[in-house]
DNA sequence: AATAATTTGAGGTACGTACCTCATTCTCCG
DNA sequence: CGGAGAATGAGGTACGTACCTCAAATTATT
């Protein structure tokens, strides 16, 4: 039988008011006492049952979480991510409000964050493009003592507790070094293509990219971002023009939405030599491109580790607990073919 | 304020009583009432509070996990992994016994298998081999009511509830593909190195490795494993004359142990055109060797999943519950020295 | 209609921790 | 040494669920 407060009380000989002081680091108890009860602790090997605290201290964790709403398929990926989270959450006194505002749109974003009823919440996740407004609406949310974190993308300039995804650049890197070598030594050209590159993602993506590119493979010259503001007839021009003029296209590289597009115009062009195509976040269309060969490699992050360690790490830092950064770490994944599940 | 079994107790207009020969399907209840509560329960959103359920069933998890003990650097990353998962496990009502086996020793695993106490224990996680004694080991913790995971490596004639781990032809094919990518077309050919091929794992992935290359990569040759039983020696006799021998090695494929050795000595070559290295597993070694370029990918687990995973599985397969498939698989991870974190 | 069997209700205790109050004991300081 | 203030003890309640018993009500069977 695992020991309880009250073996503790025992060993340490004192009552058990004393040791709850204790572990609760409540004040009125002498420094030796401290330690006689500590020493109980460490000799019984006692851990607190998380299931009677968290049942005694009556608490729940209110949280909201802001996602952007399109018909983009990432955004329906994390949607779907999220959904899949909610029940084990109820179950682990976690309540969640889904807060889904349009993309693109920074007015409807701030009203959200600004539309939170900060009495009854403890912690907000947003995945969300960092704009005045939102830093301003951050700083709020922390003055209200609510715990905030950055969801995919970072806010690195606000007030936010934490970001939980990973580092663009290294992503960028990744699909640098990855490109890099599947291309051989002739010199060639790497079309890139985004949907904005008002998005920090993608620009720190596109840093990361071509700073790999410049320091280990010179011979391959990267061609400025097309941007194509996910109209797919963009998307069209643009490339159709690029591999008309250009004939050392050998990699294209997306940074990030606007694959099916891309793939399909791809193939329209019956080009002989396929270009390589790296792409960024697995979703349905990314994982069946994988499956045909049109896409090579996809560099993405697992959402569901990140949904859940976003929830864990709001739930600490609304107790004020630390967290165990090794078990939040969010990984860089390439998926190619052989290693697609 | 979430409901109570009381609230739907009142909704159902039904006696606590019953609402809880309803949820723990206890028999004694008309099918009108339990309709009646059910629909309460829906009604009112109700979610039953595991941390006040477990606490009322005093449930305490009492796990065994067998891990094998070696000077072998992923055994010692194994170890540590656990060894990290201890605390948490402790704090979720989870009792672990950690029983480090001999690596290589069939007679010591098989007796800690058997000299578990089938009283005491809901499950066994275990990393290990298999063999006609551990098979029968496993049939009879079962026959005991005992839930059993594989960790890592699969048992798969045995009666083990769930493998936690990747396809290990999966990471061969990953492996086979990278390396493919990574050789331009001409002709090459690429070495094989492992540890044992006695090992499920290694031929595993050889086979993945080699269907992979015969299919999309039929100009590069694949040459036979050569098995160096952990000895250094050996491994520097093998590869130097492998690479006397022949002089277009382009490819470096390491199954599993062995890699610093396999650095070490590939460096010492000299070889103009360094032959690209792709290994298993992130241990400090292959970490290292990716930092430094001497290894170029790395196909490998991430450990702390498997833990947890494990450590989740075995708890909700002791209480014949059910578990979300999707939250436990293991992805095969590639790492390159972009996306090393 | 009487009896048996089944279903339901009422009320209790327990789990381990948190948090509260109030009385008592100790310690320190003047 | 006496008194103030701090430290400690004793005892209580609460959280939401599980599980128990026994009585009462309802239904089924004869």
Known sequence: MRPTTSDIAHEAGVSLATVDRVLNDR???????????????????????????????????????????????????VRQTLDDCLPTALSERTDIELLPVPAHDPHALVNTLNGLDRANIDGV?????????????????????IAVAALVSDLPNTERDFFVGINNVAAGR????????FLNSDPSRVLVLASS???????????GFDS????????????????????????????????????????VYSLSTGNRALSRCISNLHIDDKPYMIAHELTPHTRSALQDGSIDAVITQDLGHIMRSALRILRAKSDAMDIVP????????????????
Chains 1, 2 share one sequence.
Do not use: W
């Open 27 to 77: 004040p009125g108890v002498r420094a030796v006492t401290v330690e006689k009860v500590r020493a109980a602790i460490i000799r019984l090997g006692y851990v607190r049952d998380l299931s009677a605290a968290n049942l005694a201290r009556q608490r729940t964790y209110r949280l909201a979480i802001v996602i952007p709403e399109s018909n983009n398929e990432f955004h329906q990926v």
């Open 125 to 145: 996740g947003l995945m969300a493009p960092e704009t005045p407004l939102v830093r301003d609406a951050i700083r709020d949310l922390k003055h209200a003592g």
């Open 174 to 181: 990744t699909a640098g070094e990855l490109l890099g070598r």
């Open 197 to 207: 590159m008002q998005s920090y993602d993608s620009a720190e993506r596109r840093l």
């Open 212 to 251: 790999v590119i410049a320091q280990e493979f010179p011979h391959i010259t990267v061609m400025p971002t097309m941007e194509s503001h996910d109209e797919p007839e963009n998307i069209e021009a643009m490339v159709k023009r690029a591999f008309t003029r250009y004939t050392d296209i050998r990699g």
């Open 326 to 341: 090794s078990q939040e770490r969010i990984r860089i994944e390439i998926i190619m073919r052989a290693n697609l599940i």
